[in-house]
Nanobody, 126 residues
Framework: QAQLVESGGGLVQAGGSLRLSCTAS????????MGWFRQTPGKEREFVAA????????YYADSVKGRLTISRDNAENTVFLQMNSLKPEDTAVYYC???????????????????WGQGTQVTVSS
């Protein structure tokens, strides 16, 4: 069945960098628009970044624009989130999500996606 597995989370100091990966299996990855979301205890899940199935279109939350970059490698069935200049407020569990799409666009609402990974913890210390 369709599965997304995140990796790359960890503990980093403020100003540091991390690169998250999300590898897909059991689905035709090149037909999936992908997104990254994050959540902290007691808060709603928050949109972070999205990418179209071909990778040509991306979109970011204002809070991460200029610091985080989403990309994908369809040959490797993987979507990435490069995280630079990290801040303590970036601390969260990060989830990747996918949705089969005939369009060339991206999606920013959690309800748009029907396939989710298990999450990876990112902790940024001050």
């Amino acid at each position: 069945q369709a599965q997304l597995v995140e990796s790359g989370g960890g503990l980093v100091q403020a100003g540091g960098s991390l690169r998250l990966s999300c590898t897909a299996s059991g689905l035709t990855f090149s037909m999936y628009a992908m997104g990254w979301f994050r959540q902290t205890p007691g808060k709603e899940r928050e949109f972070v970044a999205a990418i179209s199935r071909g990778g040509g279109r991306t979109y970011y939350a204002d809070s991460v624009k200029g610091r985080l970059t989403i990309s994908r490698d369809n040959a490797e069935n993987t979507v990435f989130l490069q995280m630079n200049s990290l801040k303590p407020e970036d601390t969260a569990v990060y989830y990747c999500a996918g949705i089969y799409s005939w369009s060339v666009g991206y999606f920013t609402r959690g309800s748009d996606y029907n396939t989710w990974g298990q999450g990876t913890q990112v902790t940024v210390s001050s």
